[in-house]
């Protein structure tokens, strides 16, 4: 059993990114580091793999796609973020609704993933 200090504000939603041993977590830091890639199988000093800085209001939601390797994340803001993980880096920032994203879903062939909000 591990702890860690994830986001210093607040933590929303997690993913295991395809195995046990590699987290994905959303939440709102003031650093804005609001999406992180973690490795639980090092000492949680050394255990931040990557944090990336797609939502500036925070983080709320993750969907991972194993297939591409794309990590898929919804905002306050209602943007959604798409990171390629082989890569580290954001590939596209998405306006897909006026509230924050609330739910993400990716399809059994990664071709097509869907959003959800409040609005």
């Given at each position: 059993f591990q702890t860690w200090q994830c986001h210093n504000k607040t933590a929303n939603d997690f993913v295991f990114i395809s195995s046990a041993s590699l987290i994905a977590t959303a939440g709102l830091s003031s650093d804005n580091r609001?999406?992180?890639l973690w490795d639980t199988l090092v000492s949680p000093t050394n255990s931040l793999v990557h944090a990336f800085t797609c939502h500036d209001s925070g983080a709320t939601v993750l969907a991972y796609a194993p297939k591409h390797q794309l990590l898929i994340s919804g905002g306050r803001k209602g943007f959604?973020?798409?990171?390629?993980?082989?890569?580290?880096?954001q590939q596209?920032?998405?306006?897909s609704h006026d509230s924050p994203v609330k739910a993400i879903a990716v399809d059994p062939t990664e071709e097509?993933?869907?959003t959800g909000s409040a609005e």
């Open positions: 609001n999406i992180c959604t973020c798409i990171i390629d993980l082989r890569q580290k880096q596209q920032l998405l306006q097509y993933f869907v």
